[in-house]
């Protein structure tokens, strides 16, 4: 990830809606990537992982799109859901220096 | 599920204080590593542990150390804690092997204020 400056991204979605978050990446020679999640007063909590050899992965509800060549990575979530308000960061490790590198995240609000 | 335990949830405390932030976890992982999180900046590493007795330093070690004496404990260490110290702690953990995608996973942190 990278830092986008002083104040988050936000993105507002009505709910039942999908929601696109968006990531970029400064280092092209990361091997793993992964979506957190935290709500507030919480800890980040796992999502969603993806490899550098896939270009796509799908969870429950959620999809991880990886393209290489931009260096971008995009968390969708279908549906959204009242429980999804909160902020969405994600991180890219290098297994050659293997430190995670983390965004700094978008607060993500449903609209009822 | 991983269960990533951070002692205090809020702590207050006086510069100049050794400040310790104990972490627990009980999923038998190797790894541990301690982050702080601060509006803008993100996560950045403080220090990390591949094994018992053993540390390394992540970005911003300055003004910490840690300790890691069992397996399912690592400390963070302030050793006389500064103003500039004030911000949410977290503990993470994740599994062997290193070069392989293996998600690290978190406590709920610890926020310190220094006064």
């Known amino acids: 990830g990278e830092s986008v400056g002083l104040h988050l991204p936000t993105l507002s979605v009505q709910e039942g809606d999908n929601s696109i978050i968006n990531c970029a990446y400064s280092?092209?020679?990361?091997?793993?990537f992964i979506w957190y999640k935290q709500e507030s007063g919480k800890g980040p909590q796992f999502i969603i992982d993806?490899?550098?050899?896939?270009d796509k992965r799908q969870g429950q509800r959620v999809t991880v799109l990886l393209n290489k060549t931009v260096k971008h990575l995009s968390l969708q979530i279908a549906a959204t859901q009242p429980g999804d308000s909160a902020v969405y960061f994600c991180?890219?490790?290098?297994?050659?220096?293997?430190?995670?590198?983390f965004g700094t995240g978008t607060r993500l609000t449903i609209i009822p | 599920d991983v269960k990533v335990t951070q002692s205090s949830r809020y702590l207050v405390k006086r510069t100049g204080e050794k400040v310790f932030l104990e972490c627990v976890q009980d999923?038998?992982?190797?790894?541990m590593f301690w982050y702080r999180q601060d509006p803008g900046l993100g996560l950045r590493l403080i220090y990390f542990s591949y094994d018992v007795k053993m540390k390394e330093k992540g970005d911003i070690p300055e003004g910490y150390s840690v300790s890691r004496e069992k397996k399912e404990r690592f400390s963070l260490i302030l050793e006389s804690a500064s103003t500039n110290q004030t911000s949410m702690y977290l503990c993470?953990?994740?599994?062997?092997?290193?070069?392989?995608?293996?998600?690290?996973?978190f406590g709920d942190g610890t926020r310190l204020s220094i006064l």
């Open positions: 280092n092209s020679a990361s091997d793993y």
């Open positions: 993806i490899r550098s050899n896939m």
């Open positions: 993470a953990s994740s599994r062997q092997p290193r070069t392989s995608n293996q998600p690290q996973h």
């Open positions: 999923m038998d992982h190797e790894n």
């Open positions: 991180a890219d490790i290098n297994f050659g220096n293997e430190k995670l590198t």
